[in-house]
């Protein structure tokens, strides 16, 4: 114990094997775990955070209030489907739906590098409004800074949000049962493989969109058909697989999936085998998994389905009786195999 600083000084994870931060450790993979687990949560440990969820979800004379932050630091600032400003918007709306609330107001804090084009920054603050407008929140709150030319790659965004959770809606992993049905909104990987194919200069037959979406109206619905949704989690960086995996550790449950079912763009698909991705891991920005009670998933996935940022909604497994807190793929020749967090960065700087 250092006597000036009155803490510890070792750091506690070995520097001999990452001393210094890798862009791995912002990637949702096992560097991101280690970071959180071994740095994070024992110098701030405390029951919101432990629940290892999209928002802390607290009681405030009898309101619950959900309570997050996200920062966005996509390349390029402007892509196919969206820009860093309605990523921002949508990000965190969809990290309050993900806890069961109903948004209601956002922070913005910009971070600005000397030389940005004003007319980009317009763009981006164009793009805030309509989308803030489309998810029915307001920003309420701001700070603006500016950093030296070089020192801010042009524009980086926080945004936190709060909304409001019903009365009797606890949404969250430790809800998660054993023959829960797994229900998908929607397509996976065009978010990542947008940004990537503007990076890599990739040219496809038609252009593929960035997702990203405010997802709040269709959770809205599937809690006011009162039907048992026990878990949300949107799909960002890691994608489908680190997901589910979260909520498998979190929940200390096995999940398993039918790889066959899963709604994947054939450009995407083929955008994945060209680069030498796996696209369970590709981010998505207007996708999630629902973790609803076996008796209420034939109506959920109806209700999904009736809605525009659902229609592709499908049933891609269950939570299984077995204890192991993994996560399972079966293909269609009869094998499996389990996922697992990857250790680096499959795709730096997506959102």
Known sequence: MSLTTGFPLACPIPLTDYPTVLLGHGGGGKLTQQLIERLMLPAFNNPWLGMRHDGAVMDLQGVRLAFTTDSYVVQPL?????????????????????????????????????????????????????????????????????????????????????????????????????????????????????????????????????????????????????????????????????????IAHAAKVSIDIDETVLPIQEEVRGACELLGLDPLYVANEGRCVAFVAADDASRALELMRSHPLGRDATLIGYVADAAPSQVTVHNAIGSQRMLDLFSGEQLPRIC
């Open 78 to 246: 402007i892509f196919p489907g969206g820009d860093i400003g309605r990523l921002a918007v949508n990000g965190t709306v969809n990290d309050l739906a993900m806890c069961g609330a109903c948004p209601l107001w956002l922070s913005l804090g910009f971070i600005l590098e000397e030389g940005l084009p004003m007319e980009t920054l317009w763009r981006v603050i164009q793009s805030i409004q309509h989308a803030a407008k489309s998810a029915n929140v307001s920003v309420v709150t701001g700070d603006t800074k500016v950093v030296e030319k070089g020192k801010g790659d042009g524009l980086f965004i926080n945004t936190s949000g709060v909304g409001v959770v019903p009365a009797g809606v606890v949404i969250a992993p430790s809800q998660v049962r054993a023959g829960d049905a797994v229900l998908l909104s929607g397509d996976l990987g065009r978010h990542g493989i947008a940004i990537m194919a503007v990076r890599e200069g990739l040219n496809f037959e038609t252009t593929i969109e960035s997702d990203t979406a405010p997802l709040a109206d269709l959770v809205a619905r599937l809690l006011a058909a009162k039907m048992q949704v026990h878990c949300l989690r949107d799909l960002t960086r890691g994608g489908l697989a680190s997901g589910l995996i979260e």
